[in-house]
């Protein structure tokens, strides 16, 4: 596959829908059509690499989830920000979740114009695999930016017919103003879109920074987990295993040289299924900045820490521990350190959508649907004991029941997924049935000490409220806002 550097872009205009209204029907002098700028399958992969693959950035979720839930901690030198995500604060003019709409549907516009300008291209017979695979990848990308959106919006994941998001399956008018679609129609949708990719993914392995099998099938299970179809969720997440690199382990006590220490730092894959690529170049955000100012230590001028009821949950030998906060913390001040940048570039880090651990967490999680706590509970010690160094050995789980296996999963992927935008899916979706929901230590809010620890897991606010932008501009979505808002 014709490979180049992610931020490379090409320069479209006719797919813009930036052009002023009146010279729509002129071509200008100088004008980049769509035919002339897309002849060929390498022009294709250009659009997919510079365009579609660049599009693709969680930060919003991520920011909101780590605020809004238990994994932060007002720091000393907070100066006023994200205080009002942190009390719970949640309404449809919310920045962060009108982000995680538009940056999401950008991606999806940005797959329906891949799929729309391959259409101009005939490839030869020794460019179709090439040409399959490009439109493979984005059909996978778009499936991932639905999912994440219904996760976000849709009321109840796991019926189908419940209001979801829009549906845009081509290219739109820039008036275009369509109604959400149910659960059911997007998942159709969706999963059309992953039989393709499915059947036409021809990227090397190797390439997690690209779609490849692998991410599809770990994208397949997480799809199914949250459905609550854990027969199919069971199927693809051990295909994703049998696909995926093995976890990353902190064995010894050279902490400098372990593995998940340094995928974090990339200069290890480690375990990564699929991560979007931040090279020290470029004009790219920094997953970090989230955080923190200047730098992730004490003097980096932090906004926000790791919650100190989360910090607590670490094991004395549990490498997250070490990895996950810097060693310049104090005792009431601890500074996230799992993006710690890469070379002279502080704050910046590939952002990691999929993991072996998820895939793993995923298979207990289908097991402890079927009752096979046996099951679930090897897996817990196999995740645990990755983490662990020093030659400690994490003890087997006994669960007595299925509410008490699901807690416990909630635990690891609390402890694991902190920062990586999973947590506040993860009580929406199990919090009920674990009996489990947002646990915060009475230190995390330093300046407004009366903040409360927990919010009722049936509370509307674990469903984000469709954008209010939407809603006014949308005459089609405007008596279609989510309870509660």
């Excluded at 829908?17 to 060929?40: N, Y």
Aim: hydrophobic share 40%; net charge neutral.
């Amino acid at each position: 596959m014709n490979k180049i550097k992610i931020f490379a872009y090409i320069a479209v205009a006719s797919v813009s829908a930036l052009a002023c209204r009146d010279a729509i029907d002129i071509v200008q002098d100088g004008e980049i059509t769509k035919e002339v700028a897309i002849q060929s399958t390498g022009d294709l992969d250009r659009f997919l690499i510079g365009n579609v693959y660049s599009s693709l950035n969680p930060s919003n979720e991520i920011a909101l989830t780590s605020y809004f839930t238990d994994e932060n901690a007002v720091v000393k030198s907070n100066t006023g920000w994200y205080l009002s995500e942190f009390r719970y604060q949640l309404y449809s003019d919310n920045g962060y979740v009108a982000g995680t709409w538009l940056n999401h549907y950008n991606t999806i516009d940005k797959v329906n114009r891949l799929i729309d300008l391959s259409k101009l291209i005939t490839p030869s017979s020794s460019e179709e695999k090439q040409y399959n695979s490009i439109l493979a990848q984005g059909r996978a990308l778009r499936a991932y930016s639905y999912l994440t959106l219904l996760s976000y919006f849709s009321t109840d994941m796991k019926k189908d017919d419940a209001l979801g998001v829009i549906l845009s399956t081509e290219v739109q008018p820039v008036n275009a103003q369509l109604p959400r679609a149910t659960n059911g129609e997007i998942y159709k949708f969706m999963e059309e879109d992953l039989a393709f990719a499915e059947k036409n993914i021809n990227t090397a392995a190797s390439d997690y920074k690209y779609v490849t099998l692998a991410m599809i099938k770990a994208l397949q299970a997480r799809l199914y987990a949250y459905r609550g179809k854990y027969d199919l969720a069971e199927k693809y997440a051990k295909e994703a295993i049998a696909q995926s690199p093995a976890l990353s382990k902190a064995p010894g006590t050279n902490l400098s040289a372990m593995p998940y220490a340094n995928m974090w730092k990339d200069s290890e894959r480690g375990e990564v299924i699929f991560a979007l690529s931040r090279p020290q170049a470029g004009s790219w955000s920094n997953i970090a900045a989230l955080w923190t100012t200047n730098t992730t230590d004490i003097n980096g001028a932090a906004q926000m820490g790791m919650s100190l009821k989360l910090y607590d949950l670490y094991g004395a030998r549990d490498i997250r521990r070490v990895v996950f906060v810097d060693a310049s913390s104090d005792d009431d001040n601890k500074i996230i350190d799992k993006y710690p940048g890469k070379g002279n570039t502080p704050l910046r880090n590939d952002i990691k959508i999929f993991r072996t651990t998820e895939v793993k967490l995923i298979l207990a999680e289908s097991y402890i649907y079927q009752n096979k706590l046996a099951e679930a509970a090897s897996i817990m010690q196999e995740v645990r004991n990755a983490r662990l160094y020093g030659g400690t050995v994490a003890p087997l789980p006994k669960y007595a029941t299925q509410k008490e296996a699901y807690a416990d999963l909630l635990l690891e992927r609390r402890l694991e997924f902190c920062y990586e935008g999973h947590r506040y899916v993860d009580l929406k979706r199990l919090g009920a049935i674990a009996g489990v929901s947002i646990d915060r230590s009475d230190r995390d809010d330093r300046i407004l000490k009366s903040t409360p620890l927990t919010l009722p897991i049936t509370d509307h606010r674990f469903t984000f409220p469709i954008p209010q932008n939407e809603i006014l501009g949308n005459p089609a979505i405007s008596n279609q806002q989510n309870p509660g808002y």
